[in-house]
């Protein structure tokens, strides 16, 4: 299984909302599953459909002019509880990046380590991309993590990410791989300590 | 060179850092619960790996748990696999279950705490973002994801890279009725839902010193309402005290050692923050959110702004511009790991006894533990409850998240000591106002959103 990300080329989906908390993205009621598979079905659950399982009509997933592998949402994407869940879900039903002007800290290190690229862009930015695909629901969006560079509607950004990330992402290799590698020096490290 | 509380605890935890990236941080304590860990067991087994520390490790049913009959099978099948895969995993891999039965059952976050598991100067994780909670006894803890909870399964350490530092003062003292949830609430809908993001936040001040333990819990396990890592409090007598005697406190020379350490705990004089906030404890009102996120929230003889989402009041079914107060309330929820300790079953109960619930409200109190609910029977507090028409149920997280059967219809108001007004967070389009404990007993006695000052 190559999980590597290098670039990716794609049609967006636009989430508009500010401040969507991983509830919102994954509720509850859904995370009682022992596998990391098959939340991609309730992704959005309660804004996709309603009480009966009808799907809701104006929510942008149900709607089929919007496809894509990349998500591009509001302001403080992903805020709130720690569920990896919601990156599952949002990695599940296909995508592999989501764009925002500002990420929570705990579901960008959730989607880092499944490879599900955050990418954080000005408010500016984020806003040019919502009118692009208003005007053209099939506006291209490239983002090449080599290059750290965003481009769509015929703009350019650079987004940050840290090096050691970086290169994990693009080669395929989890932060665990990585620490079983040291165990040794963990395990001289706990010699050392003397309190706690 | 001068350090701040964290970077005191930070640096000696750091067994390396890798050039331009983050820092290999050694955990020292480890919680885990039922529905954040059954995937990193399995990630475990796939690479034939064992647990590498077990006896760090600290694991409780509490997310999916009933809040009735707890003796009983669970009835829900999924809860059920979830609760049992846990008991499966922990027995295989030689970790301590306090599960459903054991007298140390509890939310995580309330039992760590109370068994004196969580101590000052400690790296603490769990798979659940209200970790932040321990940072009240001057530990570096914070939420993670279930892959982070495998790495921890794995090699006792995470990779990290350094938050900023935010130190938030409350200088002064509290109003009559004022609790530490209100400091909390205040804070958020001061810098907003998202206004410590990327930062660790110490709470110093006055008005956080003479808080108790209990009070200092409620107000770290906010942090991550504003987007923060984590919260932290400089540990003292008040910490020292709490600690000392509980089951896994250090004990004899071993505590007279620690404690020598734990004093060293503070912020230097000089040490810098790269943000810091001054509140009044004058000005913190009673809170109560109106609004979908934790950061709108207002004082309860306040307004509901005339800037707030539309989106959001459509779904509380709220108006801008009108009064929060008088408002009516179907459900009053007393519990979660932000209030569902001793102390607030004991404020709550002293305010209630010899009064009555309204008629249109039911008030669920959930306690935080099997020793919060065990300790509420001793002292008579079951009793001043049940005159007053409350339920007192079975320890768990209920309708904090309600993952259980325990879910406020569509629709419905429900007043919540909790730390989550999120869309559906407690049943599908269900509303929930937070409020501290003592503001959901002066609803669940008045039936509306009430200002408690009023009362006592
Ligand atoms: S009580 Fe609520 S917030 Fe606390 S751990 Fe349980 S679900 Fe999470």
Redesign the pocket.
């Known amino acids: 299984m190559s999980k590597a990300i290098d670039k990716i080329s794609s049609t967006a989906v636009p989430v508009r909302f500010e401040n969507v908390d991983t509830d919102q993205v994954i509720p509850a009621r859904f995370l009682k599953a022992t596998s990391r598979e098959g939340f991609g079905d309730n992704l959005f659950r309660d804004w996709r459909y309603n009480a009966d399982g009808t799907p809701k009509k104006d929510f942008v997933l149900n709607n089929p002019v919007y496809s894509g592998k990349i998500m591009v949402a509001g302001k403080n994407f992903g805020c709130g509880s720690s569920r990896e869940h919601a990156a599952w879900a949002i990695k599940d039903a296909g995508f592999d990046v989501v764009v925002s002007s500002f990420f929570a800290d705990i579901f960008k290190n959730n989607a880092l380590n499944n490879f599900l690229l955050p990418v954080t862009v000005s408010e500016d930015f984020l806003q040019s991309i919502f009118k692009a695909i208003d005007k053209d629901p099939k506006t291209k969006i490239d983002v090449d993590l080599e290059k750290q560079s965003i481009t769509a509607g015929g703009r350019s950004e650079r987004f940050e990410i840290n090096n050691y990330k970086k290169t994990c992402l693009l080669n395929g290799y989890d932060d665990i791989d990585f620490l079983l590698s040291i165990r040794g020096e963990i395990e001289s490290f706990e010699k050392k300590q003397t309190i706690a | 060179m001068p350090k701040t509380l964290f970077e005191k605890i930070w640096d000696r935890h750091v067994v390396k850092t890798i050039d331009g990236g983050p820092s290999v941080l050694y955990i020292d304590r480890h919680f885990i619960h039922e529905v954040t860990s059954p995937q990193a067991f399995k990630g475990l087994e796939k690479r034939g790996l064992e647990v590498f520390r077990p006896k760090q490790i600290v694991a409780t049913a509490?997310?999916n748990v009933p809040t009735l009959d707890q003796h009983l099978p669970i009835k829900e099948e999924l809860s059920r696999i979830q609760v049992q895969q846990l008991v499966e995993n922990c027995k295989k891999h030689h970790i301590e279950l306090y599960g459903l039965g054991h007298p140390y059952q509890g939310?995580?976050?309330v039992i760590g705490p109370e068994l004196g598991v969580t101590q000052p100067g400690m790296t603490i994780v769990c798979g659940?973002s209200?970790t932040s909670t321990h940072g009240a006894f001057g530990a570096i803890a914070f939420g993670i994801g279930t892959s982070e909870v495998g790495m921890v399964m794995a090699t006792q350490c995470l990779l990290q890279s350094k938050p900023k530092l935010m130190r938030i003062n409350v200088e002064g003292t509290l109003g009559k009725g004022v609790t530490s949830k209100d400091i909390i609430l205040y804070i958020i809908a001061h810098i907003s839902a998202s206004g410590a993001t990327g930062y660790f936040v110490e709470y110093a001040g006055s008005a956080i010193r003479n808080l108790s333990m209990e009070g200092r819990m409620t107000i770290c396990n906010m942090s991550i309402e504003m987007g923060a890592r984590g919260g932290m409090i400089a540990p003292d007598e008040t910490t020292f005290n709490y600690i000392k005697g509980r089951q896994f406190a250090p004990r004899g020379a071993e505590w007279d050692k620690k404690l020598a350490d734990w004093k060293q705990l503070y912020s230097d004089e000089s040490a810098s923050f790269d943000k810091e906030i001054d509140i009044d404890a004058a000005d913190i009102e009673p809170m109560i959110t109106y609004g979908t996120n934790p950061g709108m929230g207002v004082g309860v003889t306040g307004q509901i702004p005339s800037t707030a989402d539309p989106k959001s009041l459509t779904y509380m079914g709220l108006h801008a511009g009108t009064a929060i107060k008088g408002q009516k309330i179907d459900y009053v929820f007393i519990g979660?790991?932000t209030n569902s300790r001793i102390e607030d079953l004991r404020q709550v109960a002293s305010f209630v006894k010899g009064r009555k619930k309204a008629d249109n409200v039911e008030v669920w109190i959930v306690p935080g533990s099997k020793q919060v609910e065990q300790q509420a029977i001793k002292e008579g507090i079951d009793k001043v409850f049940a005159e007053a028409g409350f339920q007192l149920r079975q320890p768990g997280?209920s309708a904090?998240?309600a993952m259980n059967e325990d879910k406020i219809p569509a629709g419905k108001y429900c007043i919540s000591t909790?730390?989550r007004n999120f869309e559906g967070r407690q049943g599908p389009n269900a509303r929930t106002l937070l409020a501290s404990p003592l503001t959901a007993a002066a609803a669940a006695i008045t039936g509306e959103v009430a200002d408690i000052r009023e009362f006592i």
């Open positions: 509490d997310h939310i995580v976050h659940d209200h979660s790991c997280c904090c998240l909790s730390n």
